[in-house]
T-cell receptor
Framework: GENVEQHPSTLSVQEGDSAVIKCTYS??????FPWYKQELGKGPQLIID?????GEKKDQRIAVTLNKTAKHFSLHITETQPEDSAVYFC?????????FGKGTKLSVKP | GAGVSQSPRYKVAKRGQDVALRCDPI?????LFWYQQALGQGPEFLTY????????KSGLPSDRFFAERPEGSVSTLKIQRTQQEDSAVYLC???????????????FGPGTRLTVT
């Protein structure tokens, strides 16, 4: 079955810097790759996603890139703000279900 | 509009008790998923409904776990004879279409934190 690896597990940046989180997946049939932001005590919130027929997608300060050949995808956050601090999860859609990475705890220091 | 809601938000059960966790999906959403999230981990798939049909229950960890969605809307996850290893956050997500429908976005509820003592 699908396996998703996510790195790094923790990331600390200064406000205004960029943050990059990387994920790899194993199942070449996976066709949809969402990113979720989870704040303490809340459920995961969908922040951006990308389908397998697209290489890059951008939404304001957030962008996602996908390399199907290498089976990896990345989340890029520019001009980070303290409110970006949270745990971020990548996921891959395999046979209808989402398989999640273990998460990255992002801390943005003011 | 209203998102996915779950109740209770917190549940403490003594080992051996039965619990029932409720999920109200976004109105009109065909697909409903249950996930289990252990502390410090990503959500793990438990089961999937398309309307009232349970099409995939491959992630349920044991026969003590049972889920239903009798009218294709509200769903209940039941855990019988709870064990300490069942302690986790149980998340529900809904999606507008079935898995073959081409719309893949899943929207999550706030979760129910279950603690088994």
């Amino acid at each position: 079955g699908e396996n998703v690896e996510q790195h790094p597990s923790t990331l600390s940046v200064q406000e205004g810097d960029s943050a990059v989180i990387k994920c790899t997946y194993s199942d070449s049939a996976s066709n949809y790759f969402p990113w979720y932001k989870q704040e303490l005590g809340k459920g995961p919130q969908l922040i951006i996603d990308i389908r397998s027929n697209v290489g890059e997608k951008k939404d304001q300060r957030i962008a996602v890139t996908l390399n199907k050949t290498a089976k990896h995808f990345s989340l890029h956050i520019t001009e980070t703000q303290p409110e970006d601090s949270a745990v971020y999860f990548c996921a891959a859609r395999s046979q209808g279900n989402l398989i999640f990475g273990k998460g990255t705890k992002l801390s943005v220091k003011p | 509009g209203a998102g996915v809601s779950q109740s209770p938000r917190y549940k403490v059960a003594k080992r051996g008790q039965d619990v029932a966790l409720r999920c109200d999906p976004i109105s009109g959403h065909v697909s409903l998923f249950w996930y289990q999230q252990a502390l410090g981990q990503g959500p793990e798939f438990l089961t999937y409904f398309q309307n009232e049909a349970q099409l995939d229950k491959s992630g349920l960890p044991s026969d003590r776990f049972f889920a239903e969605r009798p009218e294709g809307s509200v769903s209940t996850l039941k855990i019988q004879r709870t064990q300490q290893e069942d302690s986790a956050v149980y998340l529900c997500a809904s999606s507008l279409m079935g898995v073959a429908g081409g719309i893949y976005e899943q929207y999550f509820g706030p979760g129910t934190r279950l603690t088994v003592t």
